[in-house]
């Protein structure tokens, strides 16, 4: 059964430092998100992904975040200068195109955790 | 008020019985509601997906929608223990993806 992928499982990184966490959705998928979810706390939009731009984000999304889709077939968030409360679980997900099918799919999740 | 509210649990019922999860949500323009089931440290993963009112039915697990009173279940028939985990609802509303995800209720089924 496809799934999505996500690369690394546990990031460690002193503030300041730029991160990029690297996601391969579903194959034949094109819509694309991060969420995040900070310990204990609920899961929590970042920000969508579509026909290479931005379809929506959140507050949490600021210019400290950004997104890409390099190739053809990997999606990343890179934050740029980590602060502490930027540690957290991140989620990747994917949807097709199928029919009105709002079906997310989600990865396993990279912990990043900044120091 | 929280746009989705969930109790969290814990919620711990012996193996065999029927287990019955809840949300409620307040912004009426929510129109498809998702039932993620989440293991310790690991991504959440698909359970059931209905749009709008109604119920939809998959093996032992039934989700319910009622718009009217702005709530939805998911039902656990026949519970194992392999069903201990945290069961997160979520919704969107029509024209974002967005999801808004409940608190998780932590559910042990014990034998």
């Known amino acids: 059964e496809p799934e999505v992928t996500q690369t690394p499982s546990h990031q460690v990184t002193q503030m300041g430092q730029e991160v990029i966490l690297r996601c391969v959705p579903i194959?034949?998928?094109?819509?694309f998100y991060w969420y995040r979810q900070i310990l204990g706390q609920k899961v929590e939009f970042l920000v969508s992904f579509y026909n290479n731009e931005i379809s929506e984000k959140s507050e949490i999304f600021d210019d400290q975040f950004s997104v890409e889709r390099p190739d053809g077939s990997n999606f990343t968030l890179k934050i740029r200068s980590t602060k502490l409360e930027d540690s957290a679980m991140y989620f990747c997900a994917s949807r097709g195109t199928s029919g009105i099918s709002y079906e997310q799919y989600f990865g396993p999740g990279t912990r990043l955790t900044v120091t | 008020q929280k746009e989705v509210e969930q109790d969290p649990g814990p919620l711990s019922v012996p193996e065999g019985a029927i287990v019955s999860l809840n949300c409620t949500y307040s912004n009426s323009a929510f129109q498809y509601f998702m039932w993620y089931r989440q293991y310790s440290r690991k991504g959440p993963e698909l359970l059931m997906y209905?749009?709008?009112?109604g119920n939809k039915e998959d093996g032992r697990f039934t989700a319910q929608v009622d718009k009217s009173s702005k709530y939805i279940s998911l039902f656990i028939r026949d519970s194992q223990p392999s069903d201990s985990a945290t069961y997160l609802c979520?919704?969107?509303?029509?024209?974002?993806?967005?999801?808004?995800f409940g608190t998780g209720t932590r559910l042990q089924v014990f034998p």
């Open positions: 194959s034949n998928h094109l819509y």
């Open positions: 979520a919704m969107s509303a029509r024209n974002t993806d967005k999801l808004i």
């Open positions: 209905t749009y709008s009112s």
